[in-house]
């Protein structure tokens, strides 16, 4: 064996230690959460759902994973098997917070890459305008809007009927008709009661 005869003299040492420098960071980039498209498989409750990953199999398939909805506690949406959406990871983790873990996160701790991820809807080429001028709020099978918009606020679709509990105010320049309890249709034109059938 001669005296030089190593990988030395194969691999010089700036190569070989930019190869190692770029695996590790490839490594650590592997590492980071993923922001990964997906549908609800199951609804656990209001604010927590399990997904499926939208994503090839291949290398290996993804688990379900049960996540947190991204929306405000005061807000509950009517989240539907099936709705698609995306994943989006924490830096941290965020089970604390939610419910769906213990502890409260470190900034030194290391995260798995699909453990800290939200669920937050997308839209699609298959949603139509119901009022392109106004904000819409519908309930999953379409049977009934809320839209408010420059003109006013209507309640619309084929059961749009809006019922109250309790004391209904309105001003001076109501127009409306409505139906009492007893089968009577009361009209109301400029805030005045003008028949009774």
């Known amino acids: 064996m001669r005296l030089n005869d190593d990988n030395s003299q194969k691999f010089p040492f700036g190569v070989s230690m930019n190869t190692m420098v770029r695996g590790k ?12 498209p997906c549908t609800v498989a199951a609804i656990v409750g209001p604010g927590i759902v399990t997904v499926n990953f ?7 398939p993804l688990p379900q994973m049960t996540m947190p909805v991204g929306k405000p506690p ?12 995306v994943a989006l990871s924490a830096d ?3 089970g604390g917070i939610t419910g769906l873990g213990a502890g409260t996160p470190s900034l030194g701790d290391t ?21 392109s001028a106004a904000v819409t709020l519908l309930e999953p099978t379409g049977n009934c809007n809320l839209q408010v918009a420059p003109t006013g ?8 009927n809006l019922a109250t509990q309790g004391n209904l105010t309105s001003g001076t320049g109501v127009t409306a008709s409505f139906t009492t309890p007893t089968g009577q249709t009361v009209m109301v034109v400029g805030g005045i009661i003008v028949g009774i059938y």
């Not at 960071?25 to 990964?36: F, M, R, S, T, V």
């Not at 005061?74 to 959406?85: E, F, L």
Request: charged fraction near 15%.
């Open 153 to 160: 606020v209507a309640v619309d679709g084929t059961n749009g």
């Open 111 to 131: 995260v798995g890459n699909l453990s800290a991820m939200t669920f937050f809807w997308l839209g699609s080429t298959k949603e139509e305008f119901i009022n």
């Open 25 to 36: 960071a490839q490594d650590a980039i592997q590492a980071l959460g993923k922001g990964l």
């Open 54 to 60: 939208e994503v090839s199999t291949s290398p290996a």
């Open 92 to 94: 941290l983790r965020t």
């Open 74 to 85: 005061y807000i509950q949406y009517p989240i539907q098997v099936g709705d698609i959406g």
